[in-house]
């Protein structure tokens, strides 16, 4: 697993893109006034990224942008959505997560989502007004599909600064959220889903699609597992999922965490590159020696000691990063398979990401992933290459038992 990294630079007590500006007051009705017709008199900027961290190419835009929502890749395959960073369309109030959160319920039929995803940083501050915001805005979508969280630094410590460990996740979101309990295979901790395992058993529904049984499938093709790791996961948190991962050896997984995969498609590791690769887990506080469980791990860490040697796994997926805000590596495990592993982070767009979110479908043969992604803010989708793709999946999710009817060009 390594060696303990000392920690050579800290984050200060703010920590990424906390900024006192960008703590605002739940919304207030308030009179409009009249809109100024002084040249001089520039508009208000919207809030979003604070302007003490934006990077030279701020705002960031996507390109190759088309009207309406993407085309399925596969309608007979299953589709996980995936809400990257929501940190500041949570500090700043605005209507984007509402927007993500009820395009995702409506779509749920259509699409076959079998589950929300979260890339943590859910909050900027980690105030019980912002967990608040954060729960409400999601409506009846938890209801409706399984929702799985997963925490950032910005979600921990004393105004979201990440100096300490401390969260007020379980003080929103008790194991009564998830509310198939059968899907809830693990947690690390009794009454806490910040670390915790998930199993999705799936079968073959008519017509060949695939289809999620929470409850149970009488003939299942496979089990898809998501580990949903907290920030920046000590060593109490891994050694918790090598055990609850060995209990399920068949299980086609998914590595949910924050911060893993850096913007020039490297995993995070400060063993060989330290700050030269920003924002790096094992600078905060959080990862100071003697903390409570042990050392801190970044994404190399976590490749070594969870994920290269784990025949099941064929795909991570972590936020965190600025810059592009969006990159991919493919690598080979120790027993053959591929792992993809995918940034995606929209904070370096106005209005901290525009409402973007991912789409990620599984072809109805298992052999394919592809994602997509669409601003239901905008109504835009984004062609551009690290935006939307399609990759192998190897080996497959599971084994041909029998003729499929025709996925036409997939």
């Known amino acids: 697993m390594g060696r303990l990294i000392p920690l050579v630079v800290l984050v200060s007590a703010c920590g990424l893109g906390c900024s006192r500006t960008a703590k605002l007051p739940p919304k ?76 995702v319920e409506k779509q749920a039929g259509v699409r076959n989502i079998i589950a929300t995803l979260t890339l943590g940083d859910l909050t900027d501050h980690n105030s019980a007004e912002e967990w608040l915001f954060f729960r409400e805005n999601l409506g ?37 959220f998830v509310k198939s309990k059968q899907l809830l295979a693990a947690t690390e901790r009794p009454a806490d889903l910040e670390n915790a395992y998930y199993r999705f058993p799936i079968e073959r529904g008519e017509n060949g699609s695939l ?20 920030w920046s ?44 690769q920003k924002w790096n887990p094992l600078a905060y ?23 290269r040697d784990d025949p099941g796994f064929f795909l991570t997926l972590s936020g965190h990063v600025l810059g592009r805000g969006a990159a991919r590596l493919t690598s080979e495990g120790a027993q053959g398979n591929l792992v993809h592993q995918v ?17 990620l479908e599984l072809s109805r043969d298992g052999a394919k992933l592809a994602m997509r992604t669409y601003s239901p803010s905008l109504h835009l989708s984004s062609h ?3 935006q939307e793709f399609t990759l192998p999946i190897s080996p497959p999710l599971f084994r041909a038992q029998e003729p499929l009817p025709s996925a036409g060009a997939l």
């Not at 940034?343 to 767009?349: C, D, E, I, K, T």
């Open 28 to 103: 207030t009705e308030a009179p409009e006034l009249p809109a100024s017709t002084d040249p001089t008199v520039s508009a208000p900027e919207p809030c979003g990224l604070p302007k003490e961290i934006r990077e030279p190419h701020f705002p960031l835009e996507l390109g190759q942008t088309s009207a309406g929502e993407p085309a399925r890749f596969d309608p007979a395959g299953l589709t996980l959505a995936v809400l990257p960073d929501t940190q500041y369309y949570v500090a700043c109030r605005s209507e984007h997560l509402k927007r993500q959160a009820a395009f």
């Open 140 to 176: 009846s979508l938890p209801d409706r599909v399984p929702f799985l969280l997963v925490t950032g630094n910005h979600d921990h410590g004393k105004a979201g600064s990440a100096d300490r460990r401390e969260t007020k996740l379980a003080d929103y979101f008790s194991l009564d």
């Open 211 to 230: 289809r999620a049984c929470p409850e149970g499938c009488k003939a299942p093709l496979f089990s898809l597992g998501v580990l949903a790791l907290g």
């Open 233 to 276: 996961p000590n060593e109490r948190s891994v050694e918790w999922a090598k055990k609850t991962l060995s209990a399920y050896p068949k299980d086609r997984r998914i590595l949910v965490t924050h911060a893993y995969l850096y913007d020039d498609g490297t995993r995070y590791d400060f063993r060989t590159r330290g700050t030269e």
């Open 285 to 307: 506080w959080t990862a100071r020696e003697g903390s409570e469980g042990g050392r801190s791990f970044d994404g190399e860490m976590l490749w070594e000691a969870l994920v």
């Open 343 to 359: 940034l995606a982070n929209y904070q370096m767009l106005r209005e901290g990401g525009l409402g973007y979110l991912r789409l």
């Open 384 to 386: 551009e290459p690290e």
